[in-house]
Structures are given as structure tokens and as C-alpha cells.
T-cell receptor, first 114, second 115 residues
Framework: AQSVSQHNHHVILSEAASLELGCNYS??????LFWYVQYPGQHLQLLLK??????LVKGIKGFEAEFIKSKFSFNLRKPSVQWSDTAEYFC????????????FGAGTRLFVKA | DTGVSQDPRHKITKRGQNVTFRCDPI?????LYWYRQTLGQGPEFLTY????????KSRLLSDRFSAERPKGSFSTLEIQRTEQGDSAMYLC?????????????FGSGTRLTVV
């Protein structure tokens, strides 16, 4: 069965610090990978996605993620965080052939100090 | 397009009562999903509809849970004989019929508290 592991449950950074959130998945086939974000008081929204092509994908608000197939990883990065990036971040995976559901990680709560 | 709408936003019920939640997806999306999220966890898949057909159900969906999507438009999720363990945020999401690659649009969720 597919699963998603996020390495950190809570991360605290100061503004302008660099961010990297770890995500590993378990599935041996072709996967589609996502990062979702949930800002305080708001609904989950898609941050970026990968399904083929360049393994370095760029999303909204300066976020990017790199797919490393050999490591089953899809880490999220941002060079310089802002206070407004305070949110919960979820890594997720699905497949084109493995059914219709998307599996989510447990999430990482990011707090950015102003 | 107003996104995915869920109603109610909050529901407090006594143990043993039945509750029903409603989800209105984005009108042109034919795929609809229900997830459940508890504190400190990511969303857990409950069930999936393509148009009016319920194509997949999680083992989390006990026989007290039932979901429908009549006419392939809005969907309802009913929980019968609620238990305290049912307390959670119930999320609805929809997506287009372009495979599994596009990601979901989520609603704001219905927070259920069973007392």
C-alpha cells in the first residue's frame, strides 16, 4: 500500500531563513506527487505538483520541490521564508493505475517568526 | 465558480444521533472525494465518486457511514449512531476528469464534535 512520510511535524524559522521540508513515499510504480498548504483558517490548497518531466517543479509563492526517484523523495524548498508562509504543509501521492485516491502525509506545521 | 462548498461548517451532536453533511463540488468537476482529518494527521481517504457512481470506499468507512451523489452533482455523507471517535473534520474535494494528475480543490470542511 502507498504511504507518505513527512519528517518533521513542527518547524520554526525566522524570516529570511531557508526552508526544506522532507517527504518520502512508498510505492514502486509511477507516481504523481503533490504539496498542499493550509494557511490558518483557510482550506487546503494545491501548492505544486509533479507527474513527469523536469524533476524540479516550481509552485506558487516561490516554493519549489525536487523529485528524486532513487530516494523516493519529494522535498519542498523555499530560499527565503516570510511570516505569511506560516501554515501547515502536506505532501501527497497518487498513481494513474493504483486507484483513485490520493494519500496524504501527516503534515508539517511551519511557524515563521517575524 | 465559487469553489467547493460544504455545509454545515460546524456540527455538534450527541452520541447516538445521526448527522448528514453536504458537499457541492465545482460544477464542471465530475470526481468527488470525501476525506476525514483528525488533529495532527493528514486527510484520510473515505470514498470517491465519479459522477453518481461510488467507485471506491475505504475500510475506514464502517457500515454506519453512507455517502451518496445523486445525479452526479452534490454529495451527502451520513453518519448514523455517531460515536465520540467520529469527531473530526470531514473534507470534501473535487477534481476534473483528467486523470489523477491535476490535484484536488478542497472545501473548507465540516467539523464534527460528538459529545
Amino acid at each position: 500500500a502507498q504511504s507518505v512520510s513527512q519528517h518533521n511535524h513542527h518547524v520554526i524559522l525566522s524570516e529570511a531563513a531557508s526552508l526544506e521540508l522532507g517527504c518520502n513515499y512508498s510505492y514502486g510504480g509511477t507516481v504523481n506527487l503533490f504539496w498542499y498548504v493550509q494557511y490558518p483558517g483557510q482550506h487546503l490548497q494545491l501548492l505544486l505538483k509533479y507527474f513527469s518531466g523536469d524533476p524540479l517543479v516550481k509552485g506558487i509563492k516561490g516554493f519549489e520541490a525536487e523529485f528524486i526517484k532513487s530516494k523516493f523523495s519529494f522535498n519542498l524548498r523555499k530560499p527565503s521564508v516570510q511570516w505569511s508562509d506560516t501554515a501547515e504543509y502536506f505532501c501527497a501521492v497518487n498513481t494513474d493505475t493504483g486507484g483513485f485516491k490520493t494519500i496524504f502525509g501527516a503534515g508539517t506545521r511551519l511557524f515563521v517568526k517575524a | 465558480d465559487t469553489g467547493v462548498s460544504q455545509d454545515p461548517r460546524h456540527k455538534i451532536t450527541k452520541r447516538g444521533q445521526n448527522v448528514t453533511f453536504r458537499c457541492d463540488p465545482i460544477s464542471e468537476h465530475n470526481r468527488l472525494y470525501w476525506y476525514r482529518q483528525t488533529l495532527g494527521q493528514g486527510p484520510e481517504f473515505l470514498t470517491y465518486f465519479q459522477n453518481e457512481a461510488q467507485l471506491e470506499k475505504s475500510r475506514l468507512l464502517s457500515d454506519r457511514f453512507s455517502a451518496e451523489r445523486p445525479k452526479g452533482s452534490f454529495s451527502t455523507l451520513e453518519i448514523q449512531r455517531t460515536e465520540q471517535g467520529d469527531s473530526a473534520m470531514y473534507l470534501c474535494a473535487s477534481s476534473s476528469n483528467r486523470g489523477t494528475r491535476n490535484g484536488y480543490t478542497f472545501g473548507s470542511g465540516t467539523r464534527l464534535t460528538v459529545v
